[in-house]
């Protein structure tokens, strides 16, 4: 096999000592080191053609009513900056050891799905043929070059991070991941029972000759590459041995003697133990030397929609071809020889730009088990979701009568604040006991298979109710687990669809329908998150229960849509994606632009994951134009310029990042004299929540409720709150510290605080 050819963009240099230092210092301090190249669109003639210009000519300027050119931020090296402040919180010292452990895990597996779906989905477009300038005036061959220099600086930073800072310290606190130079002769005694009991018998060595061609890598594995010497002929030879993903990556070696039984905890890296024990892989063989890779994959899917039936099939067989997409980047040890890195790029078609040399441990993923430790000094302090109010007063054993409560008013939940268990699990597992409820529908995007929330629908399906249940199988990454627990329930008889061709089901909705007193109310929950009991007490977001009429006609109508042939469907409490989620949001949008520019106050506050929609984005830079105050509080990616004047000086960006993920979609919008309008719900502010989704926005009609919004909105971008500002030149800077040094407001633990005064005040009612 021919070596790729080695051409722009080259890996950047490797940074010295001094150079990496001052990174992690930077990061730390809340700056960044993802440099973003100033870049103007190439300017066009009346014709269309591009204009030769020379450095030194002024970019063109926007014609009168037009906008500029250079007015979208570009979404990947947004993400990178996204991942970059998860770095940040790594490296912050005020917060606990074991969750800045944990960041560093999360921005290793951040990392492995941008390069897995981003990366990859850009490079196959740029092979087809078919990759286009980006919104940003970036060429796609220029977004690689500024994805690589951004992620070789990232990735080595993350590295040291953890050798220089994260592992000192867990030493301090008793947790130490040994080297193997460090392990004692009564490690290695325990070792080598472990290894020939219970990792030898799963191992499987592959030499490299004439006989034996070059081992399939599958992605995200982590290998040794091992040069062993033939002591009788001196030839050397090369071996893969592949990490068994089946067993723990990091092994707890037994207590030393002098340790602290109950807090210390010692830890040695499975690639550690496998390449100490070599010699029993390859009996006669001279083990010359070892290293550790791991080569990321395109992993994303290529589905046929055409044929809805057979889509459960078709994703099936995408699945066992997604372990053999190219290659995307090659992690290597930084000391690998050369000899060794030359024929893994020749054998696996890598160039040099998508190799990154990195201090070993290799797939820093393995942290997860270190922050998983019971050390509660060392954490965050607990934190126990509460039974809203409007469902219990009290906290008590019994579940809440939730349908009860919904047939009062309307409640709005906010987890992981409210429980999740106590108000949509019960919910859910009361519809399916009552003997009243006639039907159940729902969505599924992301759950677990062992769910209370599957378990009900069974129940329901198995006690003679109406069951649906629309199933998002193409859900990334979760496809495998959603096929299996979609059987599962086709076999207790619920009725399974997978939603309308070439669109995902994305929206949250739930509907159940109860027959009282002869006729038949609908109740409904909406909300902006998975239905996952898992990931809802780690995730933030919103949910309405209802049992308003409007709402449940909405839902009886979407999931006849779905399910069923109903595209001309008309809605009343909600917007809908492909059809009215834009543009309903943008006649808002121009609401309050036509208000401020009558003279009249208008605020517009929009809380997402991210921001792309070039639309959207436009939209609002006319409404700040028009005088509209614009906050967005944005977690990920955001293409939209701030504070640039003429354009968006009346627009504030924020992002917050901490102890749950910031998950919730709200859109508020405010006029002087006028009812304020919200929604909440599914859809992100990209093309794919837009247009290729089925999401689902709901109107808040309780005043209480779109308060609850405003005074969020507040809180969160208050200059007294702890969060990063995104600047005009697309530059993110970290705002945690008074002018005394002391921490900002966290949004977190007030709103932790904040529940609690309202669980204490309910009890006093």
């Known amino acids: 096999m021919s070596a790729p050819s080695d051409v722009r963009p080259q890996v950047p240099p490797q940074p010295s000592d001094e150079e990496v230092e001052a990174a992690i210092q930077t990061v730390a301090e809340g700056g960044s080191v993802v440099k973003l190249k100033a870049r103007q669109p190439r300017p066009r003639g009346a014709n269309g053609r591009f204009i030769r210009v020379t450095p030194d000519t002024p970019p063109p300027a926007a014609p009168p009513g037009e906008l500029p050119a250079d007015r979208f931020l570009d979404r990947e090296m947004s993400w990178l900056q996204f991942n970059e402040r998860v770095l940040q919180l790594a490296s912050d010292d005020n917060i606990p050891l074991l969750e800045r452990a944990r960041f560093l895990a999360i921005f290793a597996s951040n990392l492995d799905e941008f390069f897995m779906v981003r990366v990859a989905g850009l490079k196959r477009r740029i092979a087809a043929g078919i990759a286009v300038r980006s919104a940003s005036g970036l060429e796609p061959r220029e977004v690689l070059d500024e994805i690589s220099q951004g992620a070789h600086e990232l990735m080595s930073v993350h590295a040291r991070v953890f050798q220089n800072h994260i592992r000192p310290q867990l030493e301090e606190e008793g947790v130490t991941i040994v080297r193997a130079s460090e392990l004692t002769d009564d490690d290695r005694e325990h070792l080598g029972r472990l290894f020939r009991e219970s990792i030898y018998p799963v191992l499987t060595p592959l030499a490299v000759d ?372 834009r543009t309903g949001l943008l006649e808002q949008i121009e609401r309050c632009a036509e208000a401020a520019a009558d003279g009249k106050k208008a605020r517009i506050g929009i809380k997402v994951n991210s921001l792309v929609d070039e639309a959207s984005i436009d939209a609002l830079y006319r409404a700040s134009q028009a005088g509209v105050q614009v906050d967005v509080w944005v977690r990920g990616i955001c293409a939209l310029r701030p504070g640039v004047p003429g354009l968006s000086e009346n627009i504030r960006v924020r992002s917050i990042l901490g102890r749950y993920l910031e998950h919730s979609r709200v859109f508020l919008f405010e006029i002087e004299g006028q009812d304020p309008v919200c929604y909440i719900g599914s859809a992100d502010l990209m093309h794919r929540n837009l247009d290729r989704r089925v999401e689902a926005l709901v109107r808040l009609k309780d005043p209480r409720h779109v308060q609850t919004m405003h005074d969020l909105m507040k809180l969160g971008m208050s200059e007294g709150t702890s969060s990063w500002h995104l600047q005009s030149d697309g530059s993110w800077v970290r705002h945690h510290l008074d002018d005394e040094g002391e921490p900002l407001t966290d949004v977190q633990s007030e709103l932790i605080e904040s529940y609690a005064r309202r669980r204490r005040k309910a009890r006093r009612r």
């Open 210 to 581: 004439p006989a034996h061609p070059f081992p399939y890598i599958s992605g995200l594995s982590l290998n040794l590459a091992v040069l062993l010497v033939n002591p009788k002929t001196g030839r050397e030879h090369f071996a893969r041995v592949k990490v068994p993903p089946s067993l723990p990556r990091l092994v707890r070696l037994p207590d030393h003697p002098d340790a602290d039984e109950l807090y210390d905890a010692r830890f040695v890296a499975l690639e550690d133990v496998i390449a100490e024990h070599l010699e029993f892989l390859f009996p006669g063989m001279d083990v010359r030397e070892h290293f550790t890779f791991r080569v990321t994959r395109n992993e994303d899917l290529e589905v046929e929609e055409d044929d809805a039936e057979n889509l459960l099939t078709a994703l099936e067989k995408e699945l066992t071809r997604r372990r053999f997409g190219p290659p995307v980047r090659l992690e290597v040890a930084e000391d690998m020889d050369e000899h060794v890195l030359d024929m893994l790029m020749r054998e696996l078609r890598v160039r040099r730009d998508e190799v990154y040399p990195l201090p070993e441990p290799l797939d820093l993923r393995a942290l997860n088990i270190v922050a998983d430790l019971d050390r509660s000094e060392l954490r965050w302090p607990p934190h126990t979701s509460l039974t809203h109010p409007d469902l219990a007063p009290v906290e008590r054993a019994a579940a809440p009568d939730v349908m009860g409560a919904m047939r009062e008013h309307d409640i709005l939940l906010h987890h992981p604040y409210d429980s999740f268990s106590t108000s949509f699990v019960s919910f859910i597992e009361q519809a399916a006991d009552d003997p009243n409820v006639l039907a159940i529908k729902q969505t599924l995007y992301r759950t677990s298979g062992d769910s209370p929330i599957i378990d009900a629908l069974i129940e329901a399906a198995e006690a003679g109710k109406q069951v649906l249940a629309v199933v998002e199988i193409k859900a990334r990454f979760d496809e495998e687990n959603n096929i299996t627990w979609a059987r599962k329930l086709e076999r207790a008889g619920v009725h399974v669809v997978y939603g309308m061709v070439g669109l995902k089901t994305h929206a949250k909705l739930c509907l159940v329908v109860r027959e009282e007193d002869g006729k038949m109310r609908r109740y409904c929950h909406v909300g902006t998150g998975n239905y996952n009991p898992k990931t809802a007490r780690l995730y933030e977001d919103f949910g309405l229960l209802t049992t308003d009429p409007a709402v449940g006609e909405d839902l009886t109508r979407l999931f006849n849509q779905l399910s069923g042939m109903a595209p001309r469907s008309k809605f009343k409490r909600l917007l809908v994606a492909p059809r009215t989620v």
